[in-house]
């Protein structure tokens, strides 16, 4: 797996949640994280929000973001545990219409090898919706840098081989009505 070279990057819109009860603008720590890491890779940063720990605003967030046509992904932090309060992955599969297993075993791998056990209390979670990407990485800024640094930038990188998400975006409503926008 490495980055073909011969192929142009194309940069990905990506909308970033911040889900957190106690964190505001000011003091969100998490979410600055993947604007920059996102930024830096050379993506567009096309949405930023923050939102308490509350299903329906999860999801309202998330519908809004869906229905946007120049919003193809959609990263979350925050909300992943196993507390009451925790119910980002509870919101983000109730708007899948496909979810992608393998990234929240991939994340839990990687983590597993910085924080051992305590990495089964995250619920990171990864599905499709209206041809938008929707990630859920837990809340701190470490979970952040490991789920962009080490499956992210690669997967929304065109160039990066074998395969990837980004060359799937414009497959992902086949056979369905093509969003207007």
């Not at 073909?4 to 720590?29: W, Y």
């Amino acid at each position: 797996m490495a980055v073909d070279e011969s192929r142009a990057f194309k940069p990905v819109n990506i909308a970033v949640l911040t889900v957190s009860d106690t964190r505001g603008e000011a003091d969100d720590r998490s979410g600055p994280v993947l604007v920059e890491r996102l930024q830096a890779a050379g993506h567009h940063l096309a949405g930023r929000a923050i939102v308490t720990d509350d299903a329906e605003k999860i999801v309202e967030q998330l519908e809004k973001w869906i229905a946007d046509p120049k919003i193809e992904v959609v990263i979350a932090t925050g909300g992943t545990g196993v507390t009451g309060r925790d119910v980002t992955p509870e919101a983000f599969e109730s708007v899948y219409e496909k979810k992608i297993d393998g990234f929240g075993e991939m994340f839990r791998f990687i983590s597993f090898q910085k924080i051992g056990t305590s990495t089964i209390q995250s619920r990171a979670t990864a599905g499709v919706s209206n041809g938008t990407y929707l990630f859920a990485l837990p809340g701190s800024p470490g979970a952040c840098r490991d789920g962009w640094d080490e499956i992210l930038k690669h997967q929304l990188d065109i160039r990066f081989r074998p395969c990837n998400f980004a060359e799937l975006l414009p497959r992902l409503n086949e056979g369905k009505m093509p969003r207007s926008g």
